[in-house]
């Protein structure tokens, strides 16, 4: 969960330069979700993903900003099977500390995230792809549309695709915000101290979806590529 003004990421930049029913889960990924993800996901096409969300017909009641002194500018988008957005992406280190995200590496670290994984622990951004959703509010509440923890997700950045679930909450006004484990898989800088990109990234989440057990990576990415084909299919 990230509050990051300008003004941080300038700084940190320029340091630097010095309840629905669940899906079946697939066999494979630990219980601790400790999997790697590959660079690249499933058989669905990042184009014929990216060609079904041109067009918005909003869902929210307003827009959101990108980060702290940006202007309300994103819509979340709606379709029969999903929703979408389309914006910056933001490192989220928090919940479970490891070498790679806790309170050295990440200023901003909270060893906690809105949901937790089947044995009570909090989620691991550094080894399991997830993205962040905008605490419900009047511009959007993202359980009136099914949406909720281990909801199946598809992240596109250029050519790449990759399976995430839900798995935090971030400010009500801000969106566009993804694990470190999601970044690096797609090619963004992973750092939460300055990476992650201003643009280019869409969030495509499944309604009525849910991964279980949430940490396992490999059933979302089972769950994510049906439902995608589905969407793309305009089902």
Known sequence: MRVQSLTLAA???ALLASAPAALPSAPAAGP???RAPAVREGAVGAADLLAKTRDCAAVSRGRYRTDDGTPAEI???GTGSAVFWKADMDIDCDGRPGSLCNDRT??????STAFQQSDGRYLSAETLPYIVVPAASAVWNHRNHGIGAGSAAAVIYR???????VGDTGP??????AS??????????????????????????????????IEDHAAAVTAGERLARTFVSGG
């Open 180 to 213: 470190y484990a999601t970044a690096k898989a797609l090619g963004i800088r992973p750092d939460p101290r300055g990476g992650g990109t201003p643009s280019g990234v869409t969030y495509i989440v499944f309604k009525n979806s849910r991964v279980s057990p």
């Open 11 to 13: 700084a940190a930049a």
């Open 159 to 165: 050519d790449r695709v990759q399976y995430a679930v």
């Open 32 to 34: 601790s979700g400790s």
């Open 106 to 111: 990440d200023p901003l670290f909270s060893d």
């Open 172 to 177: 009500s006004d801000i969106i566009g915000e």
């Open 75 to 77: 819509p979340v988008c």
